[in-house]
């Protein structure tokens, strides 16, 4: 399980590494033909705005695989390691609750757009197909926040019965 998950993050960071480099270049070759040949690629833009979308769901699974979200600092101050884990956990299947109903209700409308398709402006890419692009990063998401929440939950408990047995 454990050479899953690290082959599943360097997937990740492999193909969100990918995505910044060409968004990157894009940009970069856009302005040169904006300003030097006066002349736009009206695709370049679309695809940048959707690449933008699958690293905002994608990066924030590997945020929260790395721990590196915004959070309350002064509550790790002064709470306990055993309650931390504890509130910790809590967090976690929050998340994990959260990223549940935007899967549940995304797929809802993937299904029903699927039925009356819409297309993007430039690249005629049907527009479920971004959806269900949400849908996969979401899920990341939740997988991440059920291992974290079950690794928080597990520290507490054994913090825990340090405690008792001590």
Not at 40 to 53: F, G, K, N, R, S
Not at 110 to 128: A, C, G, S
Request: glycine share 6%.
């Amino acid at each position: 399980m454990r050479k899953g998950m690290q082959t599943l993050v360097q997937i990740e960071e492999t193909i969100l590494c990918l995505i910044i480099l060409q968004m990157g270049l894009s940009v970069f070759f856009q302005v040169i033909m904006r300003y030097v040949f006066h002349s736009a690629i009206t695709w370049l833009d679309e695809l940048v705005h959707y690449e933008v979308i699958l690293i905002t769901f994608f990066g924030a699974s590997l945020g929260i695989k790395y721990g590196s979200h915004i959070c309350v600092g002064v509550v790790k101050d002064f709470v306990k390691k055993p309650l931390f884990n504890l509130l910790e956990a809590a967090n976690h299947i929050i998340i994990a609750v959260y990223s549940g109903f935007i899967i549940y209700f995304g797929m809802n409308l993937v299904m029903l757009m699927t039925k009356h398709p819409h297309f993007t402006p430039t690249l005629r890419i049907p527009k479920h197909y971004l959806y269900v692009m949400v849908c996969l990063g979401m899920g990341l998401i939740c997988i991440r926040s059920l291992i974290k929440s079950f690794n928080h939950m597990a520290a507490f408990l054994n913090d825990k019965h340090r405690e008792v047995s001590s």
